[in-house]
Nanobody
Framework: QVQLVESGGGLVQAGGTLRLLCTAT?????NAWYRQVPGKQRELVAT???????RYADSVKGRFTISRDNAKHLLYLQMNSLKSEDTAVYYC?????????WGRGTQVTVSS
């Protein structure tokens, strides 16, 4: 059974850093991070292809880095120079054939 579990969120001051972790169980390698604030649509933060190519939202380029450990089914999001507008619930995403999977999210709060 596939399950994605996020961790590493918390409260941090502006300019600080956090590292999010997505732990996957089952035969899946998660490959993207999304985030959502109340009243807004979930937005893509970063993706990592099987070939190692990355893509980032313009708002996080140069500050966030997505990486993974396929052998351990782990996905990371290193977040530096955090801003108050980065406050959101962050979700891990993965897809296995035609089925998509989401974690329950981890809250990131950046105080200004």
């Amino acid at each position: 059974q596939v399950q994605l579990v996020e961790s590493g969120g918390g409260l941090v001051q502006a300019g600080g850093t956090l590292r999010l972790l997505c732990t996957a169980t089952g035969n899946i390698n998660p490959n993207a991070w999304y985030r959502q604030v109340p009243g807004k649509q979930r937005e893509l933060v970063a993706t990592l292809t099987d070939g190692g190519s990355t893509r980032y939202a313009d708002s996080v380029k140069g500050r966030f880095t997505i990486s993974r450990d396929n052998a351990k089914h782990l996905l990371y999001l290193q977040m530096n120079s955090l801003k108050s507008e980065d406050t959101a619930v962050y979700y891990c995403y993965g897809r296995e054939q035609s089925t998509t999977y989401w974690g329950r999210g981890t809250q990131v709060t950046v105080s200004s």
